[in-house]
């Protein structure tokens, strides 16, 4: 029996999501076999073998995002190629790549990766999120503006110490009954950036403020979700679906908001001889730079670059903070040593000052181990090859992106004995002096800025939590059953491992402390 003949058209399918399907596949196809350019010489990172559209999502746990690429690392090496969706990615592990990297050929690395997720919130303007003469211009002017508080202006530091005696009268008003000191801590650190970019603090009660706060922690901790880490592999996909990943856009816009109304405000008040605050400054190059053609200084990168600051500033260091108190709960011989040596360089009649650092070794090695052990920024932000590179062998096309696993360096055997031990020691020499560790990497390394820069993450961190362990009333009590090892480590146990690392919610006791130093 003759079997009947198909016409060419009828092999073909009718669904339109059949031919959609079909097309991407011979995309995908096309992508992975010209992964490495013409001309360039060497292989790219090994990795796990992609599927189809899915790259490697589904070999990766999608609620320890980090977790899942160290053990890649631990299989495929310290650099090893993996496709978040159809996004080719190099994933660095371990302080010796991560430093070749990013230092040793920094300007390879320096190029800023997107994040999907923010993509609608920024659209490539401001500073962490920017490339080339855009990034360059608002960095340089930043870190510059930053720096130079201080001359003729309040500077910085005086701007934390007076937030910190505010934070300290807040904490105080507890008398020992339990609370939870998250939106306490962001306050101040979010004040101490108003006083910087507005020039004014707001009181703790004021509801513009608070509504502000609120919104900022709100966008934090959407970044931090399971979700966010699905819109930023699936972008295209997410965005047409319904759910909770919608709502840091919106938390975003106002923000924005509250932004531009401040900036109105200010722009009416302008005095461009004397400017007194960020915003100031950049209102005044804005008008210096108006007729320059290849200026970076208009108000959408104003607007964005201020967003940066609260958002990387605000929430980095009181994440940072709040992790402090948790382990000094469960460490309470280090609070023990820390008080004794605030007590005998400071005493109780004033303000600590960075100048005060260098006489408070214990103290500064305390705070780096806080910020290594935390580790809250586990995969950093995303670089991107500004280049064709050869890296370690490989070749390495120009604007692949780049992610520094910084978990891998701040629990790198090879550079910290026993890293899921919390151990000021490790920054202590055999004298009881400060020494530094080259495995810190906090906030990332090399030429690229987001937000954790010298000025506000370390004046905000150090100054600030001096000033707070000085004088509230510790010792702290946990009033919950005993913290588990497991519970203290970012990205060991249950909870919250997105983009950022956050502590788990932990209710506290404060107490008085009697000071063995003369009032």
């Known amino acids: 029996m003759d079997m009947p003949r198909l016409s060419t058209m009828e092999l073909v399918p009718h669904s339109p999501l059949l031919l959609l399907l079909l097309l991407l596949l011979l995309l995908w196809v096309s992508f992975t076999l010209s992964g490495r350019k013409k001309g360039m010489k060497g292989p790219l990172p090994p990795g796990p073998t992609p599927l189809p559209i899915l790259g490697n999502f589904l070999q990766l746990d999608r609620k320890n995002l980090v977790q899942s690429l160290m053990e890649m690392g631990e299989e495929y090496g310290p650099v090893f190629t993996v496709f978040l969706g159809l996004q080719r990615v190099v994933v660095l592990c371990g302080y010796q790549a991560v430093k070749e990297a990013l230092v040793d050929q920094a300007e390879e690395f320096s190029g800023r990766g997107q994040l999907p997720a923010f993509s609608k919130d920024f659209n490539h303007h401001g500073i962490v999120f920017a490339n080339g003469q855009r990034w360059q211009q608002l ?56 006083s910087i970019v507005f020039g004014n603090r707001f009181e703790y009660s004021d509801e513009k403020f608070l509504r502000l706060n609120k919104l900022i922690t709100e966008r934090f901790c959407i970044a931090s979700s399971t979700e966010a880490a699905l819109y930023n592999i699936f972008p295209e996909i997410m965005e047409k679906i319904p759910g909770a990943h919608h709502a840091g856009h919106r938390c975003s816009q106002q923000i924005i908001s509250f932004i531009k109304e401040r900036i109105q405000m200010q722009q009416a008040s302008l005095d461009s001889c004397v400017p007194q605050n960020y915003i100031d400054c950049f209102l005044a190059k804005m008008e210096q730079e108006k007729h320059n053609p290849d200026s970076e200084f208009c108000m959408e990168n104003l607007v964005m670059s201020t967003f940066n600051l609260f958002f990387a500033g605000t929430e980095t260091i009181s994440t940072t903070l709040r992790f402090g108190f948790l382990i000094l709960m469960k460490h309470p011989h280090v609070q023990e040593k820390l008080h004794e040596e605030i007590d005998r360089v400071i005493g109780a009649g004033r303000s600590p000052s960075a100048e005060d650092r260098r006489q408070m070794p214990y103290t500064e090695a305390v705070l780096h181990e806080i910020q290594r052990f935390s580790d809250i920024l586990p995969m950093g932000l995303p670089h991107a090859l500004t280049r064709d590179t050869h890296f370690r062998g490989y070749a390495i096309p120009k604007g692949t992106y780049v992610y520094p696993l910084l978990s891998t360096v701040h629990y790198d055997t090879e550079h910290h004995a026993g890293p899921e031990q919390f151990e000021p020691r490790r920054f202590l020499d055999s004298h009881g002096r400060f020494k530094r560790a080259d495995a810190f990497m906090p906030f990332s390394a090399g030429v690229s800025w987001g937000g954790g820069s010298p000025p506000l993450s370390e004046g905000g961190s150090a100054s600030g939590h001096v000033r707070s362990t000085r004088a509230l009333g510790c010792p702290w009590h946990p009033l919950s059953p005993p913290l588990c090892r497991e519970a203290a480590v970012p990205g060991r146990g249950p909870g919250p491992h997105g983009a950022v690392s956050l502590p788990h919610h932990h209710p506290a006791g404060l107490h008085s402390h009697v000071t063995g130093a003369p009032g």
């Open 139 to 194: 960095r340089r002017f930043s870190l510059t503006t930053l720096r130079n508080f201080g001359m003729g202006k309040r500077s910085i530091e005086e701007r934390i110490q007076e937030e910190a005696q505010c934070l300290v009268e807040e904490l105080r008003k507890a008398e020992g009954t339990p609370f939870d000191p998250t939106f306490l801590l962001s306050r101040a650190v979010s004040n101490v950036i108003c």
